[in-house]
């Protein structure tokens, strides 16, 4: 989603500041288009000049985040040259953004309206999802025969892994564990029978 003229970018981007305070703050999509124009400091007509409406917003907040995580995948993932440690670099990078401090509540808004909008707007979901999902893509090219469709399957798996660790049923680490053993299996290979996904 792009914008035309400094001045609206700006304003859309303290407009996609607002919406993510207040997803962190109360864990809910439940927030108003008003209520992020008065925390982003624009009018009702500024906020409209940059976004349709609620739901092009969080699309808008998907693809930000879809793109700055990729790129800090991407990072992890270049430490490694094997594709099991890359592809396992890729499910442990995932669930470490997750647990950093202040992203619960706004992970677990994300996760939750991700599945709304699969099936509501899926080609802009599957859009704005694409820069983290054609990286899972890359990385499973060599070892699978159908790369993007299974990043868009496995990417599914582990966001249900993630919105386990946001309802607190999970801890992330141990998710990610779990996960990596199951989609490596999945994948013709054999796992490691243990698997330290904790930061040194």
Known sequence: MTFSGGSRLARSERLLDAARELANETGSAAFTVAQVAERGGASLKGFYSCFAGKDDLLLALLEEDSRVGATLLAQQIEEHREPADRLEAFVRGLFWMVDRPGALGYVSVLVREHRRLGEERPDELRAALAPIVDL??????????????????????????????????RDPYEEAAHLWRLCWSGLGATAPDTIDLRDD
């Open 136 to 169: 899972l893509a890359r990385e499973l090219a060599p070892v699978t025969t159908d790369p993007a469709r299974d990043a868009e399957t496995l990417f599914g798996l582990l966001l249900g892994g993630v919105h386990e660790v946001t309802l607190g049923r």
